[in-house]
């Protein structure tokens, strides 16, 4: 059996449980111990049945809770070297780190994993396809813009966590400063509805059996934006997108 699930995503924390034939990896941890208790109770686990932590980069709402996890429960954490040196003294202070190349593939249990590069205003950030062999879910957060490489590494998964960060219009007509605008807006930045759907449109879709749109801004997106976007790239109706929230993520998805 293949699921995933999503402690909740955003700017106030991210973490994606992927479960494969029993071995179970949190992806990224944006939260702290006692929260991601809470969080994991919803799906019936608890932080004991968590086998090991992978990380995209070193940002708080990805990175932020993974030490103080990891050693609370003895947890390993793969991760590339530059994000290891972006968490600073709490990447210092883990104890079970794995280093991993942005180009080669690994295992943990059950689960296959391949990480790929993206543009992103980190040291070192990665995103990953996790597979059980014949199924495979494709996650993308935290990247500036398409590229090719992201569209051929994601062509034929069975699903799909794509960042649909903002509404560029909402952007900029909202109310962040200027830099912060040109930060989210520019290539190392976030991805915003539209250049997902450049992902989508650019990607082989004929085998996804779940797409859910994650990572949205509170104040620059709305899930409707974000869902017509989709929709409009993979000509299908709205409300077949899903939507990973801050606060509640998303409960259980099986990739058959």
């Not at 071995?23 to 919803?42: H, I, K, M, N, Q």
Request: proline share 4%.
């Amino acid at each position: 059996m293949m699921r995933f699930a999503s402690l909740g995503s955003g700017s106030k924390g991210n973490a994606l449980l992927i479960e494969v034939n029993g071995t179970r990896v949190l992806l990224d941890c944006g939260f702290g111990p006692g929260e991601v208790s809470a969080r994991l109770s919803r799906l019936a686990l608890e932080t004991s049945d968590v086998d090991a932590i992978i990380v995209t980069h070193e940002h708080g709402d990805h990175g932020g809770g993974v030490a103080k996890l990891a050693a609370r429960r003895g947890i390993p954490v793969y991760l590339t070297r530059g994000t290891l040196s972006g968490l600073g003294a709490e990447g210092r202070s883990l104890a079970n780190t794995r280093l991993i190349d942005a180009y080669t593939s690994f295992t943990i249990g059950n689960a296959q994993v391949t990480p790929y590069t993206v543009p992103h205003d980190a040291r070192e950030p990665v995103q990953f396809v996790v597979s059980d062999g014949a199924r495979k879910l494709g996650v993308l957060t935290d990247t500036g813009c398409p590229t090719p490489h992201i569209a051929q590494t994601l062509s034929g998964v069975d699903a799909l966590v794509l960042e649909c960060n903002h509404d560029f219009d909402m952007l900029m007509n909202g109310p962040y400063p200027a830099q912060l605008k040109r930060r989210i807006a520019g290539r190392l930045g976030h991805l915003s509805n539209d250049a997902s759907a450049e992902i989508v449109r650019a990607m082989d879709c004929s085998r996804l059996q779940h797409v859910i749109a994650a990572h949205l801004s509170e104040k620059n997106n709305t899930p409707e934006f974000a869902r017509a976007a989709l929709a409009a790239a993979l000509n299908c109706a709205p409300d077949w997108i899903g939507i990973a929230t801050q606060e509640e993520g998303f409960a259980w998805r099986e990739i058959r």
